[in-house]
């Protein structure tokens, strides 16, 4: 096991949860309530990853975040330093591929909570912040805990977005399913074949515990 790969693996699925958690917990919200007729462009928008292969959203974002492109200018501007393979900018194609596997759970969990219910507590003069931290977040739970699980357990998987924007730097974006890449260009399929067992084992878990969790909300 690739010990190094592993933690900075562990690191760009937290910093990618965290920030999916965030800023996706909003925008599904305001998904789920909003009657905005353009709001399916957004929606497109959201679930794009799903369809799109990795290495696609993987290259425009690495023309848009090099030196030349407005948003690498801008950061370089701001920070100094640069996106492309680096840990922040795999980082940020992490987020931007996962993006459906949090909000979609968000708002589709936010959409469950019964609408009577939340007019009850503004009938009784609570304010809407105070309705949502009250009776709305508590209710869409579930599903926020859920997508935040899914979120977590593909961005240990990711891998075309990572090599395609951070490309293989040992301890910098080298993750787990670059290392399983390198072990197989390498014909190490042992030490491949270990990382990989893994990882299928950690995805079967984590599915396995969401729908048994699922099935015991459902039944309660």
Same mark, same amino acid.
Request: proline share 6%; with cysteine; net charge neutral.
């Given at each position: ?34 009657r ?45 330093? $640069? !996106? =492309?393979f680096?840990? @922040? +900018? /795999?980082?940020? *194609?992490? %987020? &931007? ?31 809407k ?5 009250r009776? $709305? !977040? =508590?209710?869409?739970? @579930? +599903? /926020?805990?859920? *997508?935040? %699980? &899914? ?11 990572i090599l ?15 290392s ?11 030490q ?7 990882l ?21």
């Open positions: 096991m690739d010990w190094t790969a592993l933690w900075l693996t562990l690191q760009v699925a937290g910093c990618t949860t965290g920030v999916l958690s965030v800023f996706g917990i909003p925008l599904a919200y305001w998904l789920a309530r909003s905005w007729r353009g709001k399916f462009l957004i929606e497109a928008c959201v679930a794009l990853p799903l369809i799109l292969p990795p290495a696609v959203l993987g290259f425009y974002l690495l023309v848009a975040f090099s030196s030349q492109g407005l948003l690498g200018r801008g950061f370089y501007n701001l920070t100094g330093g $640069t !996106l =492309p680096s840990f @922040p +900018g /795999i980082v940020v *194609g992490s %987020v &931007l591929c996962n993006l459906p596997f949090a909000v979609r759970p968000f708002a589709a969990s936010f959409a469950g909570v019964d609408p009577r219910l939340i007019e009850a507590s503004w009938c009784l003069g609570v304010s912040p105070q309705t949502f931290w009776v $709305t !977040l =508590p209710l869409a739970w @579930p +599903g /926020i805990l859920a *997508g935040v %699980v &899914l979120t977590f357990a593909h961005a240990v998987g990711e891998f075309g977005v395609m924007l951070g490309g293989n730097i040992a301890g910098v974006t080298r993750t787990l399913s670059i399983i890449y390198d072990d197989v260009q390498a014909l190490n399929y042992q491949a074949n270990q990382t990989a067992f893994v299928l084992v950690f995805s079967f878990v984590t599915l396995a515990a969401l729908h048994a969790w699922g099935k015991r909300n459902w039944m309660t």
